[in-house]
């Protein structure tokens, strides 16, 4: 008999098993790979609240928003993360239902046996395996970050930003150089005052 951790309520009322794929029995490298293929703010906010575990009202003062901005914020970046690993998962079909969503996300995140529709279920899974193995997605991340600044391309990558600045230097320099100096001024001669656009009187 599956644990009841496993159990759902199904739209006729049954508990249903979640499948194998579900987000609940994901690796920790699915994480990795999804939070890098992100958009960076959203992966950002997942990682600040779900894998470094910082509460939900610190998060929300680190991006100087209320708590209910920081609930939505992070059921966007949740939502996009699980359709990443679980392609069937679907958005919020309305704006009150995307505001009853990130109230009831930030509920389960808190309490195990809070009230959660079917809709909802994929990314309370995702959320909650996501930080069941935060410790692992953390080491996957900084690895991954290392092994991109060790890689070639991020080497070559490198160098040619160097050399675009060293071209825009070279420009700015020749720039100031080659610009044509003013004639000299005799002492006692004012300032060349700017001349006024001609107004048409004779």
């Known amino acids: 008999m599956p644990q009841e951790n496993d159990r759902r309520m199904g739209e006729d009322g049954a508990h249903v098993t979640p499948p194998e794929s579900s987000p609940s029995r994901l690796p920790p490298q699915a994480f990795v790979r999804a939070l890098r293929e ?3 703010r959203s992966a950002a906010v997942l990682t600040r609240r779900l894998v470094t575990g910082v509460s939900r009202g610190d998060c929300a003062r ?3 928003i209320t708590d209910e901005a920081l609930s939505v914020m992070l059921l966007r970046a949740a939502v996009s993360l699980t359709r990443n690993v679980v392609p069937e998962a679907r958005e919020p079909a309305t704006a009150e239902e ?3 969503w990130a109230r009831m996300l930030a509920a389960a ?7 959660v529709p079917m809709g909802l279920v994929p990314v309370v899974e995702t959320c909650r395996r996501l930080r069941a193995v935060s ?5 996957g991340l900084e690895a991954a970050t290392k092994e991109d600044q060790a890689s070639p391309q991020r080497r070559r990558e490198d160098w040619l930003r160097r050399l675009a600045v060293i071209a ?7 720039l100031y150089l080659s610009r044509p100096e003013e004639p000299p001024r005799r002492p006692g001669t004012p300032p060349q005052q700017p001349t006024a656009p001609d107004s048409g009187r004779p």
């Open 62 to 64: 680190f991006y100087g």
């Open 38 to 40: 992100m958009e960076p």
């Open 168 to 174: 825009l230097l070279a420009l700015t320099a020749y």
């Open 98 to 100: 995307e505001s009853a």
């Open 109 to 115: 995140l808190e309490r195990e046996d809070a009230p």
């Open 135 to 139: 410790g692992d997605v953390t080491t």
